[in-house]
């Protein structure tokens, strides 16, 4: 019997793509030792050296504080809390500086302190800058400035702006740097200002940051565990290493879209989770920006459950047949709020969805309907695959990035591109600089 559903080792996930093989296109679902072992074991082996030399770092990062930065990111929040002085982080990013935080944050909010409230800057808008600061007192915020470069204008930007809002005295007490160890910008201003500074390992890239102090201090800070956190991404991790290739679902899954590329180049990412919504932006980002070079790649789309059942359903069901879905799904909560049952008193008529409702409970309908989801796509000849989280904390989270990362930079292998550069970005970098070279200033 052919397996179809697998939990990555002892972490808490499970992929199932049984419904990614049942509408497979070509010859049939090709998992056969025989037929993918050589192009697999290339793609991997390429992969793994790059790894293993800490060329790409994100991988090493669950196992290696020196990546991590683990140690010197607990020390840092552990120092700015004992001062008792901050009840706001003003945090300046965009791309991968922010996408990984902003999601983290976001998915575990329930389990994030009540001290400290995060205010995300990504986007350099005069009116969102405006009313953000209007909110808060430069005494009681910290400034953290994210760009590993230490030149990313949309940040350095926004800093120069939080700069003058501080005020100069605040800059060494209330600035925090995070960036690249020893070159940029960024870098060189926080030596001369003596603003302390976390570091990013030059071998982990923007949208594979979340392992670095770029997301490992914001949950720090937000009173989250990030040893929790690095433990699912370890989990992940070494279920990766003890896997056979032939079994690993994480590229069994990435070949399988690859082989349905032609066909299918919409991957919409699609949580049944208010909580995982945000996952969506982050997938968007990693998977366009990783596998999108060499005329290849693939369309990332967010979605979230059961909310766009309303919106993009009907297309995924009988728009044009050029779409894979992921589904993630939360199987506990805390609190999975019983469905009541109300007495209007007399006079009152039995209302039909109100009695099929009742007894049941909100967690209950949510699962339900991303089954029917399924079951409509599934039916309709239209694949889709499940990524399960156990619940939401720390460590799945942590497994959860992992996971996808992996799957990221297997896919983009097997595909014969890089997924670790971004030289479409990298040009629009130069035509901005040449434009504000260009201009007039005051």
């Not at 800490?54 to 290696?64: D, H, L, R």
């Not at 565990?225 to 679902?249: H, M, W, Y």
Request: charge should be neutral; charged fraction near 20%; include cysteine.
């Amino acid at each position: 019997m052919t397996v179809t559903a697998s939990r990555l080792g002892s972490s808490p996930i499970m992929l199932d793509w049984s419904n990614l093989v049942r509408v497979s296109t070509g010859t049939g679902f090709k998992t056969e030792l025989a037929t993918h072992s050589k192009e697999w074991a290339d793609a991997w082996g390429k992969l793994k050296a790059r790894f293993e030399t800490n060329e790409i770092g994100f991988y090493n990062a669950p196992i290696a504080p020196e990546l991590s930065q683990v140690r010197e990111t607990e020390a840092m929040v552990q120092e700015l809390l004992k001062r008792n002085q901050f009840t706001d982080c003003l945090f300046l990013g965009i791309g991968g500086s922010a996408l990984g935080p902003i999601s983290l944050l976001s998915s575990l909010q329930e389990k994030c302190g009540p001290k400290i409230r995060f205010h995300f800057t990504e986007n350099p808008d005069p009116v969102e800058w405006r009313a953000t600061i209007s909110r808060l007192s430069p005494d009681r915020t910290l400034v953290c400035a994210v760009t590993k470069s230490g030149t990313t204008f949309e940040t350095v930007a926004q800093m120069l702006a939080a700069l003058e809002w501080l005020g100069k005295t605040r800059y060494q007490s209330h600035f925090l740097a995070i960036t690249d160890p020893s070159r940029g910008d960024l870098k060189a201003f926080a030596n001369k200002e003596g603003i302390p500074t976390l570091h990013i390992a030059p071998s982990i890239g923007g949208r594979f940051s979340i392992f670095s102090p770029v997301g490992l201090f914001p949950a720090a800070f937000a009173g989250l565990s990030v040893s929790d956190f690095l433990a699912g991404a370890k989990q992940v991790r070494d279920f990766v290493e003890k896997t056979p290739i032939e079994k690993n679902p994480l590229f069994i899954l990435g070949d399988e879209l690859i082989q349905q590329g032609s066909r299918r180049t919409v991957h919409v990412c699609m949580p049944y989770s208010t909580r995982l919504r945000l996952i969506g932006d982050w997938f968007v980002q990693l998977w366009g920006e990783s596998l999108g070079k060499d005329g290849k790649g693939f369309t990332p789309v967010a979605a979230v459950g059961a909310t766009d059942q309303h919106s993009i359903l009907q297309l995924l069901r009988d728009g044009p047949d050029d779409k894979v879905t992921l589904f993630m799904v939360v199987d506990q909560v805390e609190d999975e709020v019983k469905i009541p049952r109300i007495n209007f008193g007399p006079g009152h008529p039995s209302y039909a969805s109100f009695k099929l409702l009742e007894g049941h409970t909100l967690h209950e309908l949510l699962q339900t309907e991303y089954r029917a989801t399924s079951q409509v796509l599934t039916k309709k000849g239209r694949p889709n695959a499940t990524m399960r989280l156990d619940r939401l904390d720390e460590r799945a989270m942590g497994a959860l990035y992992f996971a996808f990362s992996v799957l990221t930079a297997f896919t983009g292998t097997l595909m014969r591109i890089n997924p670790f550069d971004q030289p479409g970005v990298e040009e629009g970098k130069i035509y901005t600089r040449e434009a504000l070279s260009s201009g007039s200033r005051e």
